[in-house]
């Protein structure tokens, strides 16, 4: 681990600075570091594989749940922007596997405070820059501390007082591009802006944010995070700000192991499809975790009976569009949302340029009558209400056993399969038992949704011909449809 000395704050971030404008430049100028990515919690495996086939490195799954690290160059950095089953991502600027925690509060935040002025932060605001660069490229950098990117900020930007452009060597060498006719003033104006750049560099805005787990720890996750952020200020002599920051430093620290890390996403990515949102929405990248786990091909015929927002159809008519998508629901404001999301994301594709449509039906039915001819469908995969804001945990015992019945009904026997996502594993486990002769449970993944501990289970089809054993047996669709009216839009946050 490199040191650096209290007054060499400046010379890092103008190295940082520098290796980025090489890279942005030279593709043969590249810095290798190691990214780490929240996922959601139980496919972190999946995501490992993900990682293996779009990016080509072995990725290794964190101590804590919920994270994997991978190592990366920097080329290949807007490829990561690209997976699809991560939540959040950063450059990790140092890690300890065993950080010897002192007893003593004191002692312990006081050496926390030491450490930020020996972190090696060079090639980690180096990579943070180069990603703001990628961003505002894209086009899909969010607002709020930023400035929008402008077809005239070339000319603007100079003449913006620093205060209101905090960041960024971009910006102030964009200032620099408009005297480039001027020959003779070239020099001049390449002065000024390194000038200009270590002056926006001490007027970064950041935040630091602790996310701490264990019960062995003598601080709490503030006083980690205000000491340390402390700490940061005086070394870089960056502006405190828990709101409009331009860096937000991670301090991830899971028992005795402990990672240093700088944000390089301002919202999760798994907020990428959905523009119409429900009461409980599913996020994306859960969506690809269940459809990853049934392994669509192509010509498959997919179905989400219960589809929400339709946030399960979307995300496989984009990631795995050699299938063919069913979505519906009982609830025509359901139907309404995914039908808008669909639309919101068919537009977007037409804007970029790229084909419009979308291998997705969407229609309002009966999910224990589906309109849908007997073993025509190769995979199942919804959201079931958990009864806790949609349904009730009472009606559950009814209307699990006939939708199972039901999806079994419209699934191939023998090949067919269903991924299955409810917190009510008590009631799924009594149904799944009745259903022996239709239905054979392969595996669970455990998930944490919005909090609360639940299932994705997947199922297979057995051959048993429906209509012809045991377990097909007609229940009263009175009651079935009485509990469907209370399960609309039961996505989960």
Known sequence: MSSQEGGAAESGLNAAAA?????AMNDGDVLAVTIGATVPTGFEHTAAEEVKEKIGVDAQIGKDRGRIYFPITTDKLSQVHLLRSVDNLFVVVAEYDHYPFKESKEETLTEM???A??????DALAVWKLNGKLKKRKGYRKGGNVTKAKSNCEVTDAAVDDTEQPKLPQALSAAGSQTKAESTAAME???TDSEEAETAAKLLKFRVTCNRAGDRHSFSSNEAARDFGGAVQEFFQWKADMTKFDVEVLLNI??????????LTEESLHRRNISHFGPTTLRSTLCYGMLRLCKPQASDIILDPMCGTGAIPLEGAIEFNSSFYVAGDNND????????????IQKRMAEKGGASGLPIDTIQWDLCNLPIRTGSVDIVVTDMPFGKRMGSRKKNWDLYPSCLREMARVCTPGTGKAVLLTQDKKCFTKAISRMGGLWKRLHTVWVNVGGLHAGVYLLKRTGGVFGQTPEDVYESRGTVKACGDENSDKELA
């Open 189 to 191: 104006t390449s002065t």
């Open 333 to 344: 404001m359901a139907v309404n949302r995914t039908v808008n999301n669909v639309c919101h």
């Open 117 to 122: 002025s020996k972190l090696p932060w060079t």
């Open 254 to 263: 899971h028992n005795e192991e402990m990672v240093i890390g700088i944000a």
């Open 19 to 23: 290796s980025t404008s090489r890279s």
């Open 113 to 115: 405070m030491q450490l």
